[in-house]
Every structure is written in structure tokens, then in C-alpha cells.
């Protein structure tokens, strides 16, 4: 095997460069930051120690290092670094970086230093191997091949020796035990069995395991691509999860340098439409939609862009990954594997007439998005709305609407806790209908659903878009709630800056009802259901209301209340007192209406007001009027108008 073979080779084939390209290569503008920036970071880290389970590195929770945990920060920072200095190494032929990629390893590999590989939480679970050895396997593999040249046969057989007593003996034992992963298509399929095929095919004929490693993993891998992704390229996980699709990335870029095929595997796996899709729940100045799980305010992960764009020759996927690519996170960013995927030779284009504003995707979580304009920076108004919930890391959103304006999050979904939960995650108000902006029927604690439960959904009855006017879509809910005969959800976007959402539910009999709106901030509540609320770059102008005047408008915040206000490790779990507005009432239906209009921060606040016919508003553009009534909804304003009659 001429080395290196993986991502860079000694010879250019179609997926990957040569050692002379890449190097050549580094007169780019581009190339020559990421360039730089690998430079500075391999040089400070060289003079550190090697890094273990107590280790207070940036973005480390306090308490993470105090209980020596291997969690996903930890792991991450180690395998970047010790990608970074491997590429480092190979680029410079400079064996003190070959030297410091052996001590990090030998320090994983140390029982002493580096206890378990697992964090604490898969362990508690009886997890054998999990998704850290997957982690940390990629990183080890890579730079076995990388640095092949620069190692002695003594470290060559260190390195190989202890991935078989410390990685490949605990994968073989949770594949013989059926750890609980093993038959699971999400991100621990795609970072698990990918990370250890890659490893094999790294390692090669110098590790007797290693056919056994990609003969595990490509049937697995294989079926990842079948079941995680729908005919639109929507993803089984939320939005934030669908970053880990970028080790899907690299084991078919992997796969195209180890056995080169006419044509390349992303081709055949239509990653484009997957990455269609994650452009759309993509928000500016740079964050994902904040569906489920982990966090509301997740950086999206998008270096594997250039991968994709390289192999379609697609220019706004490069455009994609040039304007988002310093809001990754550090754990996130593996510049090594950046330097090597940007391709100069394809041009970035925006968005903008190639792609629409909107779009609704009837698979995994049916989610919508509409967005006023494809800015990355600031746009008016995006909405994003989803009909059901994802079959992993989900929450019970269904119906979920959310409002983005001028960069920032102004109807909110609040993500899980900020700390990792309890098993029993589900009794956390995070994990509530209550904790999301839809109906409420009851107490409605449906969190805690069963197996069979989770997969009820919403569906997507109509959807229309235009780039001009914005869009509209009619969600039916009825069979995610008991004691209903019908619910739906009504959402009209109207460009730039509008948003109604009109409720409508028949009961089988009285019952408490409320609706709730996560806010920014804490409303303002002004006379006839108007409210205001404030954040760093906009004002948002709302009116809630009961057409039947039966609900009142009140304004409280969420709180985590004992035993659930606690992480995993029993940690108090950080207070948010995460604000929202709420429309209560109770009988057998409704019929509840939610006006909003974004304006800037230093805008007049304009208000709703009542007419004959329904209300209006005084905008930037012109007046802008609404009207419910019968089976009529309509929203008019100087961009054009949705008139939306049933029937």
C-alpha cells in the first residue's frame, strides 16, 4: 500500500488529492487561513502535555472536568488535535508532530492516565464501546496513515497493538453482547461503524483486523444511507444531530480513496438532497433550527460542504460552507479533514434564484421552512414549522412553530436542558408538549409517551410557496392528541415580515385549553391582546387572541422543579426561566389567532388594530391586514396577498 491513501495520497485519484496538490494548493486565499490557522493551533498545542479526562480545555464543563468524564468535548478537542498535528506532520515532514500525535495516544491507550474511553453516561447504560472509541478510532486510523513514514516500526506496532487491546477488543464485545447501539440507524451507526471502518481501512494489511473492521461496518454503513435519510434527503434525527452526517462524508470520501470507483460515492448516495435540506433549517448569522435535541443555538457543522460540493461541482453548497464555516465549533471543527476536502476549483455561488425560500418535506419530521431571503448574515423574517416528530432525539413538537428575525430568535423552541439529563428525561418541561409553542389540551404531559406513541404524526395537508409573497401551510394534527375529533394549525409567512397562525380545534368533550408562545423576552401585554417583545436587533409586534373571547392572555417562564432539576451526574441543572405568553381557556373547541409582525430594533413598534374586518398594521413597506372568518383566512400587504379558503 503506498501511504499516505487516506483523504491525501501520495498519487492524485478521482476523491482525493496528492500530497503535491494539496501543498500547491495552499496559494489560495482560502486554503492559506485554514493553512495558518492549522499552523498556529498544531504550534501551541505541541508544547502541551497530553491531554486526559482532567484536562480544563475551552468549552469543558466545570463539572465535567471535576467527575474526569470523557464526554464528547473532551474526545472531540483530543481527536482534532490529533488529526491537526498528524496533517501538520505529513505536510512539513516534521517528526516532532509525529512525536506528540504518540503521546496523545499512548496516554488514551493508558489505563492509568485515560481510565475508560466511554463517558460516564454510555457506561452507565452497560455500553461495551460507544460512540468515543468511534470517535477517537477515525483519529487514530488517519494518523497511523498519515504519519506512516515518519513513525519507527516500534511506534507503528504501539500504536497498532493498543487500538486491538483498548478499541477493537471492546467493539467485538458490544457486537457479541448487543449493546444497545448495535442495531440503531442514527449518529452512533454513522460515528461507531464508520469510525472503525475507516480505521480499517487506515491500518490496512498491518492490522490483522482490519477486513474484520470494514467487513462490520459496511453493511451498517450501507443501510445508514437507506434509512436515515427520506426521498427529499430529510434526516431521522433533529436538525442539530444532522451534522454527524458529516462522518457519512468521510467514510464514503474514505471509501473513494481506498477502493476508487468511476463514479463517487456521494454521487450515488444523493447527499444533495440531505444537504438541500439542512441549508434550509440553517439560520443566519449561523445557527440550525433548534428542533429537539441538544441545544436551541447550535452552530451548524458544515465543512463536509465543500466534500459534496467537489464531487457535484456545486457552487452553493460551497457558498454554504464559505459563509458558515467560522461559526463551527471548535469540538466540530476538524481543520485537517477542512483543508484536505476545499476544492479552489469550484466556484461559490449564492443561493439566491437557484434555491427557493421555501419548502416542505413530507418525511422523518416534516419540517417547513420559509425565509425572507437566503442573507446569512440578517434576513426579515424566517419561519420554520414542523408536522411531526423525528424518530431519534426528538421532543413531542408536533405543530411547532418558530420566528426568526433580523439574526434573531424571537418565538422561540428551547432545546433540552442545558445539561445532560436524567434517564427519565421526559418528565423535564423541555421534554412537554407545554414546553413548545402548540395547543395544549388537558395537561397534555406527553413527554413521556410510549414506543408506539412516539411515532404518531402530524401531517402536512397543503404547503404553497413564492419567493415574492412568501408561503402558507395547513398542518393537521388530529391524531397526535387524545379527546379530539380535529385540530389543525394554520401558518401564512407573508414577505418580508409577517406571520398568522390560526388554531382551530373540535373537542369530544370541555377541557382545558391553552396555547403558549416561547418568547425572546418577557412580553410586553398591552390592551386587546396586543404584546411586544424586545430582542438585541428586533421588535416583535404580536397579537393572541380567542375569537370566541374566552381565554385569557397571561405571561409567565418555565423552571426546573426537584427531582428534575438535575443533570445525569446530579449537578443542578442551570435556571433559564425561559419566558412565553400564553392564551388559556377551556370548552370544546377553538379557535384561537396569532398575528406577529418583525420590525427592527429601532423601529417604531407599531401595533395590531382592530377594523371591520379583521386587524392591521403599519409596516416599513405599507399597511399590512388580516382577516379569519367562516373558511376564509386572508393576509394582504404590499408584497401580495395568501387568501386560503377550505374547499
Known amino acids: 500500500m503506498s501511504r499516505p491513501h487516506l483523504f491525501i495520497r501520495s498519487q492524485s485519484v478521482d476523491g482525493a488529492r496528492s500530497l503535491g496538490d494539496v501543498r500547491s494548493g495552499l496559494s489560495d486565499t482560502h486554503a492559506a487561513q485554514l ?7 498544531t504550534a501551541r498545542e505541541l508544547e502541551e502535555p497530553p491531554w486526559t479526562p482532567s484536562s480544563a480545555l475551552p468549552s469543558r464543563k466545570p463539572q465535567q472536568i471535576a467527575h474526569a468524564n470523557r464526554e464528547y468535548e473532551l474526545v472531540a478537542y483530543t481527536a482534532n488535535r490529533i488529526l491537526d498535528a ?120 498491518d492490522y490483522a483486523e482490519s477486513g474484520w473492521l470494514l467487513e462490520v461496518g459496511k453493511r451498517p454503513m450501507d443501510g445508514y444511507f437507506d434509512s436515515l435519510f427520506g426521498p427529499e434527503g430529510e434526516f431521522n434525527e433533529s436538525v442539530q444531530y444532522a451534522g454527524s452526517a458529516a462522518t457519512a462524508v468521510y ?9 476508487p470507483a468511476s463514479t463517487h460515492p456521494i454521487v450515488t448516495q444523493r447527499l444533495d438532497a440531505f444537504c438541500r435540506w439542512y441549508m434550509h433549517f440553517t439560520l443566519p448569522p449561523g445557527r440550525v433550527a433548534g428542533f429537539g435535541d441538544p441545544a436551541p443555538d447550535l452552530p451548524p457543522v458544515v465543512f463536509h460542504y465543500s466534500a459534496v460540493a467537489s464531487a457535484l461541482r456545486d457552487g452553493n453548497f460551497q457558498w454554504f460552507y464559505r459563509q458558515y464555516a467560522d461559526h463551527t465549533r471548535d469540538t466540530h471543527r476538524k481543520r485537517a479533514i477542512e483543508l484536505l476536502f476545499y476544492d479552489p476549483t469550484v466556484e461559490a455561488v449564492d443561493p439566491t434564484g437557484h434555491l427557493s425560500l421555501g419548502h416542505a418535506y413530507h418525511a422523518q419530521g416534516k419540517l417547513i421552512s420559509s425565509r425572507s431571503s437566503w442573507d446569512p448574515d440578517s434576513a426579515e423574517s424566517i419561519v420554520y414549522s414542523k408536522a411531526a416528530r423525528e424518530h431519534n ?39 412537554q ?36 409573497r412568501g408561503g402558507w401551510w395547513r398542518l ?35 377541557i382545558p385549553i391553552s396555547l403558549r408562545w416561547h418568547t425572546a423576552d418577557t412580553p410586553e401585554l398591552l390592551p386587546d391582546g396586543n404584546l411586544t417583545v424586545h430582542s438585541d436587533h428586533a421588535t416583535l409586534s404580536g397579537c393572541v387572541m380567542d375569537l370566541d373571547g374566552r381565554a385569557m392572555l397571561r405571561t409567565s417562564h418555565q423552571e426546573y422543579l426537584p427531582p428534575y432539576d438535575v443533570d445525569a451526574l446530579g449537578d443542578p441543572q442551570p435556571q433559564r426561566h425561559e419566558p412565553y405568553v400564553e392564551l388559556a381557556a377551556s370548552g370544546d373547541r377553538c379557535r384561537f389567532v396569532s398575528l406577529f409582525c418583525v420590525q427592527t430594533r429601532s423601529a417604531e413598534g407599531a401595533l395590531w388594530s382592530s377594523t371591520s374586518d379583521g386587524w392591521e398594521i403599519e409596516t416599513d413597506e405599507g399597511v399590512v391586514s388580516a382577516e379569519v372568518g367562516g373558511s376564509r383566512i386572508s393576509v394582504e400587504g404590499p408584497r401580495g396577498s395568501w387568501v386560503i379558503e377550505d374547499g
Open 251 to 259: 467514510y464514503l470520501t474514505a471509501q473513494q480513496c481506498h477502493a
Open 476 to 510: 393537521d394534527l388530529s391524531s397526535v392528541y387524545s379527546d379530539t375529533q380535529s385540530v389543525t394549525r394554520t401558518v401564512v409567512h407573508l414577505l418580508p415580515r409577517i406571520l398568522v397562525v390560526v388554531d382551530e380545534a373540535t373537542l369530544d368533550h370541555e
Open 35 to 41: 493553512w495558518k490557522q492549522l499552523l498556529d493551533k
Open 433 to 468: 408538549q407545554w414546553g413548545h409553542n402548540v395547543l395544549l389540551f388537558g395537561k397534555n404531559e406527553t413527554g413521556g409517551v410510549s414506543i408506539a406513541e412516539r411515532d404518531l404524526a402530524g401531517s402536512i395537508e397543503r404547503a404553497e410557496f413564492d419567493d415574492e
Open 86 to 205: 498528524a496533517l501538520v506532520g505529513l505536510l512539513q515532514d516534521d517528526r516532532r508532530y509525529a512525536e506528540s500525535v504518540c503521546n496523545q495516544i499512548r496516554t488514551v491507550y493508558d489505563v492509568a492516565a485515560w481510565p475508560e474511553i466511554e463517558d460516564k453516561t454510555h457506561l452507565a447504560h452497560g455500553d461495551h464501546c460507544s460512540l468515543r472509541s468511534g470517535q477517537l478510532a477515525f483519529a487514530i486510523g488517519c494518523a497511523y496513515d498519515w504519519l506512516y513514514n515518519l513513525l519507527t516500526e516500534a511506534e507503528r506496532t504501539e500504536i497498532l497493538e493498543g487500538f486491538d487491546r483498548r478499541f477493537t477488543r471492546q467493539f467485538r464485545a458490544a457486537l457479541e453482547h448487543g449493546d444497545r447501539w448495535v442495531n440503531w440507524r442514527h449518529n452512533f451507526c454513522v460515528v461507531i461503524y464508520g469510525g472503525f471502518a475507516i480505521a480499517g481501512m487506515a491500518f490496512g494489511d
Open 393 to 431: 432525539h426528538s421532543h413531542p413538537d408536533w405543530g411547532q412553530v418558530c420566528l426568526d428575525g433580523y439574526g434573531d430568535r424571537l418565538l422561540r423552541d428551547l432545546g433540552s436542558p442545558p445539561a445532560y439529563p436524567r434517564d427519565d428525561r421526559d418528565r423535564y418541561y423541555n421534554y
